[in-house]
C-alpha cells in the first residue's frame, strides 16, 4: 500500500517561497511507470495541477505556475519537494501530492495540507 504525506508550514508570507514536502511510502519514487505531481485545490475552485516529476527525474509544469515553480526530489529519502516563489493570498489552498500511472491516472494521495496565505 503507497502512502504519501505532506509537510510544510500551514501560514506562508506574501512574497515569500512556500516549501512542501510529500514522504511516499510502500513504494519507491523511482518506481518505472509512475510520476509524482503537486496539485492543490483553492477555497471554492476546482483542482489545479501544478507539476510533477517523473520516475526518472524529468519535471513537468502547468504554464500557469511555470515561472514560479520548482519540483526536486530526495531519492535518498523517498522523497519530492515543492517550491513556488512569490506566494500572493491567491495561493492559499489546500496542496495535495498525488501518484500517477502512464496512462492509468492518479492512484494514491496524500490527505492534502492546507496552506494560507497572509500577512
Known amino acids: 500500500q503507497v502512502q504519501l504525506q505532506e509537510s510544510g508550514p500551514g501560514l506562508v508570507k506574501p512574497s515569500q517561497t512556500l516549501s512542501l514536502t510529500c514522504t511516499v511510502s510502500g513504494g519507491s519514487i523511482t518506481t518505472s511507470g509512475y510520476y509524482w505531481s503537486w496539485i492543490r485545490q483553492?477555497?471554492?475552485k476546482g483542482l489545479e495541477w501544478m507539476g510533477g516529476i517523473v520516475y526518472s527525474g524529468s519535471t513537468y509544469y502547468s504554464p500557469?505556475?511555470?515561472s514560479r515553480t520548482s519540483i526536486s526530489r530526495d531519492t535518498s529519502k523517498?522523497?519530492?519537494t515543492l517550491q513556488l516563489s512569490s506566494v500572493t493570498p491567491e495561493d492559499t489552498a489546500v496542496y495535495y501530492c498525488a501518484r500517477g500511472g502512464l496512462g492509468?491516472?492518479?492512484d494514491y494521495w496524500g490527505q492534502g495540507t492546507q496552506v494560507t496565505?497572509?500577512?
Open 117 to 119: 496565505v497572509s500577512s
Open 78 to 80: 523517498n522523497q519530492f
Open 104 to 106: 492509468l491516472g492518479y
Open 42 to 44: 483553492p477555497p471554492g
Open 64 to 66: 500557469s505556475f511555470k
